[in-house]
């Protein structure tokens, strides 16, 4: 199967970048295309355009995400739960993925990865977030 599901893309690109918010946290210099060829065999555009587009609008998404979180900060969540919330927002604001599918996904993901209150949590910034797009 050379043509993995978005589901399967997006989990492999959660998993890059908690990675690479490990090697960042810890001051390693990393390659990009490097940690997804660890992940993945295959060449997977999918995958290199969630994880480039978060590294890349990184300080947009989290002030996105910090305005739509309650008393808490992006920094305090764990890195899975920080690469989930910033593939969601990403999706939303910069991809022509439709909306629903970006908070579903993100929820998915959640619900195997984090626990109940984190994806509450998720489910509600992205929600919050959908409802007031047009105000980011």
């Given amino acids: 199967m050379t043509d993995m599901n978005r589901s399967k893309s997006r989990e492999i690109a959660m998993t ?8 960042e946290s810890n001051k390693i210099v990393y ?23 978060v590294i890349n609008k990184k300080q947009d998404i989290d002030n996105i995400i910090n305005k ?19 593939i969601g ?22 619900k195997k990865y984090s626990d109940d ?3 509450n949590m998720i489910n509600g910034v992205l929600d919050n977030l959908l409802n007031n797009k047009d105000n980011q």
């Fill in 89 to 110: 927002v990403y999706e939303l604001m910069y991809t022509d993925t439709p909306d629903i599918v970006c908070i579903n996904e993100s929820v998915e993901l959640a």
């Fill in 16 to 23: 890059a970048l908690y990675q690479i918010f490990i090697y």
């Fill in 31 to 53: 390659d990009t295309k490097t940690v997804i060829k660890e992940l993945i065999e295959i060449q997977n555009d999918f995958v290199i355009e969630l994880v480039e587009g």
């Fill in 68 to 86: 739509n979180l309650k008393n808490w900060t992006i920094d305090r969540l764990g890195k899975t739960d920080q690469a989930i919330l910033r």
């Fill in 117 to 119: 209150k984190v994806k």
